[in-house]
């Protein structure tokens, strides 16, 4: 599914091309991206050896001032440098099993001051929980970060550009959903991401029509005919597989 994805996207650059705001260019990203992961895998054993694109695209990320930017400008840029340093912060400490498996009892992975940030270094978590979330307050957004556990939303092969951020957000929104390793519906229960439960707080409150204006096909028909009947699932919420989403 993230490979259809990343062709949908790639013939909408074609058709429409995008230039991306206030000089950011995330051409080394993409080559990354591009080279380095396949269906939400990466290959970070040659991502480790073939760092330089990486590296230097996240020294260019570094000296961005974000408040320079339009509000579509940050959103995109705060997704690509999210993901961009959690990819960087897995080959500095490859191989391991998990990124859970990075820091220690008293600094999870995400309290690492591990990006430059308008010239200061600062963490995922900082990221995550100080910027995307508060300042956009889109639930779309956890759809997007990839933590690179198998039980994350995957990367896509491009990166998350301004003018179809919005676009972007909802494929991926879209893609996860409709995944049936991470969502699925067994008779009466909703069984879902643990992702769902973290940040409940970030979604509706009616949860269950929220997810069922994304799902496709069967899932979708099946939970719309309990919502009409007023039988709405139970939520149930799936255990969080933390191996790495290595290509093996």
Known sequence: MPRVIGVMIMLFVILFPVVAGAGIDNALYAKVLERYVSDGLVDYA?????????????????????DDLS???????FINLYNAATLRLIIDNYPVESIKDIGSFFSSPWKLKVVRLD?????LGHIEHE???P??????VHMALNCTALSCPPLITI????EMVDMQLEQATRSFINDGKNNYLDGTTLFVSKIFSWFSEDFPDDFVEWFTAYANGELKSDLEA?????NKPRVRYL?????????R
């Not at 010239?119 to 963490?123: E, F, H, P, R, S």
């Not at 309990?226 to 007023?230: A, C, D, K, R, T």
Request: aromatic share 10%.
């Open 46 to 66: 040659n991502l480790k050896t073939h760092r330089d694109d990486l590296d230097n695209y996240l020294d260019m990320m570094g000296e961005v001032s974000p």
């Open 71 to 77: 509000s579509d400008e940050q959103l995109a840029f």
């Open 119 to 123: 010239g200061k270094l600062v963490t």
């Open 131 to 133: 910027i995307l979330r």
């Open 135 to 140: 300042r956009f307050k889109d639930p779309r």
């Open 159 to 162: 990166p998350y550009e301004t």
């Open 226 to 230: 309990m919502i009409m009947e007023g």
């Open 239 to 247: 255990k969080y597989d933390w191996s790495l989403n290595r290509q």
